[in-house]
T-cell receptor, first 114, second 114 residues
Framework: EAAVTQSPRNKVAVTGGKVTLSCNQTNNHNNMYWYRQDTGHGLRLIHYSYGAGSTEKGDIPDGYKASRPSQENFSLILELATPSQTSVYFC?????????????FGPGTRLLVL | GDSVTQTEGPVTVSESESLIINCTYSATSIAYPNLFWYVRYPGEGLQLLLKVITAGQKGSSRGFEATYNKETTSFHLQKASVQESDSAVYYCALGESNYNVLYFGSGTKLTVEP
């Protein structure tokens, strides 16, 4: 059973619209992450979280907000979507320290902003 | 900064041929980076293929191997005989034992032809 799930899996949005990408994990991990992946780039970190109520900026946070209302859920919010945010978005969970440093990824959300 | 550079794709090989995907890293802020190979099969999220946390050690999984070479700052992925089912995108990444983030390479798309 998938431990990290994302919804929606595909999304078409209009420029200026609001988009919310959701992620749920059943790993009971403290850390969660949002990445985007574009051709020619590795996964680039947008926001991450150490636990419920916490959000931290990653390498490319501009134009994105994040929300971690619970241990299980971590959302990525595009308040005013732009075509440059067309990408594939991956959520991950992890439990750094204690020798467990692997991240577990969701299947990705493909976002197209027209 | 910390970064990873890997073989640009796409890479196409025939079944039963050998494979090497190059990965070199730069770890300026991480004294003892951990090194990872992740794989994304079509329609799935990223999953850990193998990891090595000690310089000089070799990791292996599903017939793939990678050796952590601190002298050459490399972590090349090799397989002696690939199969069609190995067709996927492979990502090299680095992090630290108590990491907060992983740094990913741009990914190498591998296609194995029958």
């Amino acid at each position: 059973e998938a431990a990290v799930t994302q919804s929606p899996r595909n999304k078409v949005a209009v420029t200026g619209g609001k988009v919310t990408l959701s992620c749920n994990q059943t790993n009971n991990h403290n850390n969660m992450y949002w990445y985007r992946q574009d051709t020619g780039h590795g996964l680039r970190l947008i926001h991450y979280s150490y636990g419920a109520g916490s959000t931290e900026k990653g390498d490319i946070p501009d134009g994105y907000k994040a929300s971690r209302p619970s241990q299980e859920n971590f959302s990525l919010i595009l308040e005013l979507a732009t075509p440059s945010q067309t990408s594939v978005y991956f959520c991950a969970s992890g439990e750094p320290g204690l020798g467990e440093d692997t991240q577990y990824f969701g299947p990705g959300t493909r976002l197209l902003v027209l | 900064g910390d970064s990873v550079t890997q073989t640009e794709g796409p890479v196409t090989v025939s079944e039963s041929e050998s494979l090497i995907i190059n990965c070199t890293y730069s770890a300026t802020s991480i004294a003892y980076p951990n090194l990872f190979w992740y794989v994304r099969y079509p329609g799935e999220g990223l999953q850990l293929l193998l990891k090595v946390i000690t310089a000089g050690q070799k990791g292996s999984s599903r017939g793939f191997e990678a050796t952590y070479n601190k002298e050459t700052t490399s972590f090349h992925l090799q397989k002696a005989s690939v199969q069609e089912s190995d067709s996927a995108v492979y990502y090299c990444a680095l992090g630290e034992s108590n990491y907060n983030v992983l740094y990913f390479g741009s990914g190498t798309k591998l296609t194995v032809e029958p």
